[in-house]
Nanobody, 124 residues
Framework: QVQLVESGGGLVQAGGSLRLSCAAS??????MGWFRQAPGKEREFVGI?????????YYADSVKGRFAISRDNAKNTVYLQMNSLKPEDTAVYYC??????????????????WGKGTLVTVSS
């Protein structure tokens, strides 16, 4: 059974850092990404890492230069390193996985599996 489990969320002060983890089980995926949803807002794309001989990553403009996705293939786990956190980064962060080979990675419909989310709260 395919399962994605996020962890690492919590409370952090503005300017601080957190690293989220997403442990996948059941199979591997062509792409694994991160979305977030703040209270009262739509779920938005954060970033994606495409699997391959050499990984390719893409990020939303709002997090580019501050967030970075990495992976540990031995543990079938991807990470979201978040630096220079801002209060507007406060959201539930979701791990998502797709079986597609390329596509509009910023669209929710591209992804086949979702984790339950982990809450990140950034205080001012």
């Amino acid at each position: 059974q395919v399962q994605l489990v996020e962890s690492g969320g919590g409370l952090v002060q503005a300017g601080g850092s957190l690293r989220l983890s997403c442990a996948a089980s059941g199979r591997t995926f062509s792409g694994m990404g991160w979305f977030r949803q703040a209270p009262g807002k739509e779920r938005e794309f954060v970033g994606i890492s495409w699997n391959g001989g050499r990984s390719r990553t893409y990020y939303a403009d709002s997090v580019k230069g501050r967030f970075a996705i990495s992976r540990d293939n031995a543990k079938n786990t991807v990470y979201l390193q978040m630096n220079s956190l801002k209060p507007e980064d406060t959201a539930v962060y979701y791990c998502a996985a797709t079986l597609a080979y390329g596509g509009n990675y910023y669209r929710l419909g591209l992804y086949d599996y979702w984790g339950k989310g982990t809450l990140v709260t950034v205080s001012s």
